[in-house]
Structures are given as C-alpha cells and as structure tokens.
C-alpha cells in the first residue's frame, strides 16, 4: 500500500483549493449528499441548459479524497451532457472498484483518483459526490447516503 | 487453562505486552501501535486459551444434560458468573446476566424495566454524551409508552452539568441512565453523586460502565445503582459476551424481556413458569464461550492490578497530552479535569478521515469518525475527530509514533 499512490499531488492540490466551491446562485437543481460512516456531508448544485450542465458547484465538508473527488468531478461535467455524466461515472466507477481495468483514456484529471481502490475503505469517499450529483440531475428529494 | 500470575512490584509493560500475542504482528511493515482500545481491546493468551481449551475439551450445552461434559461446561459458565460478581462486588450471582454486551443489557432494561412501568409525561434522563446504545433503546421506548426523554447539558470541556442534572430531576423522572466513561471524550463522571441524587428520589438508574469497567476498580454496591452494563470486549475479552448487573429486587419486579428454553421452569399450554434468577433473562443457548474467555479476561486484570492499571494508563494519558500538545492546528475535544486514558482531537485543515488512513500507514491504529456519539459531535460542531484510546499495554514509544505519524500527516496533507 502506497500512500503517495492514494494522495497524488492533483488530489492534495484540489483539497486545498477546491474549485466550483460554494452554492451557485442560480442553481435549478440540487441535491446532498451524506457517508454517515465519517460525518462527511456534500451538497451539488446545477444549472441546466436543455441536457447541458451549464454550471456546477458544490459545498460541504469532507476528506481529501472526497473534496477532491467532488472538485475534480466538478470541472469534468461541466458542459456534458447528461448522457455524457452517466457514461463518465461509470468509467470512474470501474477506475475506482476494479483492480483489473485499464484506467479508460476519456478520464483526463479524474484519473488521479485510480490509487483510491487499493483502499476499500475509501472508495466511498470517492464516488459519495457522483452519486449526488446523480441524484440532483434526477431531482431527487431525499438526501442520498453511502450506505 | 493458563495460570495466571499475579503481578508484583512495579508495572512492567513489557511483560505485559508479551501476554498479547498480536502485538508482536507488523502492520504495513511497521510495529503495529494498538491505540483504539475503548473501540475493542486487544486479548491476552489467557484469554485465547481459556476460549480454544473449553471448545477442545469441555464443550456441551449448559444446564441441561446429566454428562460429564454438560456438567464441566455448566460448571465453567458459572464460574465466569461468581467471576464477574467479584469484578463488580455485586451481591449475589443472581445479579449478574450474561448478555451480548452493552447495547443488548440497555435494550434488555428498557424493554423489560421501562415498558410496562412507564406511563406518557414519564420522564427518562441521560446525559448529553451518552453512546447511542444509551440513547437510541430510550428513544424507542419513548415511542412506545409516550414518555419523554431529556438531556443533561455538557460543557466545552465536555463535564456533564450537574446543577441542571438536580434541577432536571423532577416528579416525573422515572429513569436515569449515564455513561459512567464517554467513549467520546473520555469525562469520568463523579457517578456517585448523580446515583445519589437519583435514588434519594426514588428514581431508577443504569451506569453503562462498557469504558470504565477496563480502567478502574467498580463496586456496584457502593455505588448504589439499580443496573451496571458492560461489554466483554473492551476489557481484553471476546466479542459477544457482556454483563447485566441488575439489583436482586429491581430483576426480580421484571417481567421477562425474551421468551425461549432455558428461562423457564415448566412450559405447559395452559400456562408458563418462568425460572429464577438470573436465567429468567438468560433465553436461549448462551455465548458459553464468551463468558469463559470474559472469566479469564477478569482475572487477567485481576492479577494486574486495577490500580496499577489505572495509574500505568494515566502516566500514558499525561504523556500523550504533552506530546500532542504543540502540534500546530491540534485542538482536543474533551478535556474534562477528570478522564479516562483516551484523547479526540481535530487538526485544523487535515479530515480525521485521511489521519486515520496515513496513521495506518505507519502501523498505528485509531479509530476516526463520530463514535457513535453524533450528539456529541454536533455539540462540538465538528463532523468527526480521531480518537487515540490507551490500554494497559501502551507504551510512551507508540505514543511517540503516534505523533511522528500526525506530523507526517500533516506535512502531506495540509
Ligand atoms: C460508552 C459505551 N457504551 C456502550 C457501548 C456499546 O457496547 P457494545 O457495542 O459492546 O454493545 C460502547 C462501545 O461501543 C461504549 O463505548
């Protein structure tokens, strides 16, 4: 186990200094997020154009593997599609949970999250703001958790 | 089963860490620091030995067959019964149940004592850093019978307010239950007092000693409450194995909490008698085992010492506050005048979460997160801290690792 794996200098530069963090003003969507395991809690916020993220924010407190995470997903999705999200969290959904695959190319930054699987414990952390994210593109009212 | 030797002279640690074979284990290639005992301890070979040398020889179920190794086995179990009565100084054997530890024993009182007395505006009374075994089983009876629980306000240090304890305290407080140790913040509470208070006015209470039972001699008739809970496994015991301790007449005016073999006398369709104490609260097949390896776990610390123990923690608990202190962004939560061997802390800009994960890293274990005091947490307004907890086999040197593993944290993170 390689701690220097786990924290990449991409993930400890993006837990200083998260970025789209706050509540966005004229958010139409959004949705929190909740790992009772660790008391962290999340909050996504969205502008929308058609299908489009046109905007994205999120606030709330946590590791660094998930401010990280919740950062570095933040910059990726602005722009798609929802159809393009959807494809895209299941590509950091297989970095994250399969010690076999290829890390896919389309990942760019997101990729720095790959040593979080050899952390079990802390896939969590990682995937706590996709699914907040899912969750707030599906209007979904209740707060989702992790477990 | 193992001998067990009783300590003399001072307090050797290391004679002590050679009784616990897991501590010679590596962990990330490192020595493993055990530093989350108020979580689970760690057992001593006497221990292990006296849980494998009943399954290799002794092995029957208890109280019911007229074989030789029924009658060893039941022999056994009864004997970690008058063992536990002497760890606690209660009365009589008919005191003490075996249950699956301190969460069940809380549930048992609630469900057993609580439910058929309470009527709605009846008032249960717990403290603000109760774990959630203590708060939770209360909560549901509640819900159940329409009665009202409150809570007794803490302080920034994390001392329970006793002048609001008296003041809330009324006609209607049917039940006190507190934590004699918080798992949380360490605060010993002076229980004596709160127990006095309680009985002067005819109140029911329950101690949940699961952290004060592995740190400090306790006498239940001295201090004079209705039930003491505790669990095996954080006192060097196995997991699934805890006490009620209960006061003869206060067990004897409940009815029983599950029905099943073993709790009664007679079973007939026109009717059931139900058995004596304390098996009328022991239904079903017991953790035999269990309570065996906790038998063995008392004695251990009998031989040792509580004292000796109590003071060997406190020198480690002095140390490690003196060492911790000057890491910068550091801040302790919990810092009654009084505690029991464990720290919680924050560090400013480092989440307990990615502490706990580089500590590991260098082979020293804490627990992060809420501690399943949440009310706690959000009394302090943070989501979770790391907690550090010191057991009789501590040393200065983990303490020392813990805090070069905080710094590297730190430098990584910060
Ligand atoms: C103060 C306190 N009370 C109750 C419990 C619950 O004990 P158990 O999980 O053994 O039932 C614990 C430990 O988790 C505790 O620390």
């Not at chain 1, 701690?3 to 200094?17: C, E, F, K």
């Not at chain 2, 009784?19 to 493993?32: I, Y």
């Not at chain 2, 022999?75 to 100084?89: C, D, G, M, S, V």
């Not at chain 2, 911790?324 to 560090?347: C, R, Y």
């Amino acid at each position: 186990m390689d701690l220097a794996d786990l924290y990449r200098d991409v993930i400890v530069d993006h837990n200083r200094r998260p970025r789209n963090f706050g509540r966005l003003a004229g958010a139409i969507h959004s949705a929190e997020g909740n790992n009772p395991l660790c008391g962290d809690k999340l909050h996504v916020f969205l502008e929308m154009k058609d299908d489009i993220i046109r905007d994205i924010s999120f606030e709330g407190t946590g590791c660094a593997i998930s401010t990280a995470s919740a950062s570095l997903m933040s910059e990726a999705v602005k722009g798609r599609s929802r159809a393009q999200v959807a494809d895209l969290f299941g590509s950091v959904h297989r970095m994250l949970t399969r010690h076999d695959a290829e890390t896919d190319a389309d990942l760019g930054k997101l990729a720095a999250l790959a040593g979080v699987r050899e952390f079990p414990m802390r896939v969590k952390c990682a995937s706590l703001c996709w699914h907040t994210l899912n969750a707030a593109l599906a209007g979904s009212a209740a707060p989702v958790t992790t477990e | 089963m193992a001998a067990v030797r009783v300590m003399r002279g001072h307090f050797d640690v290391e004679r002590v860490r050679a009784d616990f074979p897991v501590l010679a284990r590596q962990v990330n290639g490192r020595p493993l620091a055990y530093l989350d005992n108020a979580a689970s301890a760690q057992q001593p070979a006497a221990v292990i030995d006296a849980v494998a040398g009943y399954a290799r020889a002794h092995h029957a179920n208890v109280h019911r067959g007229v074989h030789t190794l029924s009658q060893e086995a039941t022999a056994l179990y009864e004997a970690a019964r008058e063992k536990a009565r002497r760890f606690i100084n209660a009365a009589s054997t008919t005191e003490i149940i075996f249950l699956r530890g301190t969460t069940e024993a809380v549930n048992l009182v609630a469900q057993a004592h609580g439910r058929p007395r309470l009527k709605p505006g009846d008032e249960i009374l717990v403290s603000w850093l109760e774990h959630h075994s203590n708060i939770v089983p209360w909560q549901m009876l509640c819900g159940q019978t329409g009665a009202v629980l409150r809570v007794v306000p803490i302080d920034r240090r994390g001392v329970v307010d006793f002048d609001r304890y008296l003041a809330m305290l009324g006609p209607r407080t049917r039940i006190v239950a507190l934590a004699h140790v918080s798992n949380a913040l360490g605060t010993v509470l002076p229980i004596r007092a709160f127990l006095d208070a309680a009985r002067e006015r005819g109140i029911a209470t329950l101690v949940d000693g699961a952290q004060a039972v592995p740190h400090l001699a306790v006498d239940v008739q001295a201090l004079g409450c209705d039930f003491y809970a505790f669990s095996g496994h954080k006192m060097y015991g196995p997991t699934g194995i805890g006490v009620l301790y209960g006061r003869e007449r206060t067990l004897e005016a409940m009815t029983p909490w599950q029905g099943g073999g073993d709790m009664i006398l007679s079973v007939s369709f026109d009717g059931t008698t139900y058995n004596h104490l304390p098996h009328r609260f022991e239904a079903g097949t017991p953790n035999i085992a269990g309570a065996i390896g906790l038998g063995a776990a008392i004695d251990y610390l009998k031989a040792i010492g509580m004292e000796r123990i109590g003071h060997h923690e406190q020198e480690l608990l002095a140390y490690a506050t003196a060492r911790l202190a000057d890491i910068p962004g550091l801040a302790f939560v919990g810092t009654a005048p009084e505690k029991s061997s464990l720290m919680s802390f924050t560090i400013e800009g480092v989440h307990p979460h990615d502490l706990g994960t580089v500590l590991d890293s260098e082979g020293v274990a804490v627990r992060t997160g809420h501690h399943c005091a949440m009310p706690v947490m959000e009394y302090f307004g943070v989501p979770a801290t790391t907690r550090a907890s010191f057991g009789l086999y501590n040393t200065r040197a983990e303490i020392d690792a813990l805090r070069e593993a905080l710094l590297h944290a730190i430098r990584m993170l910060r």
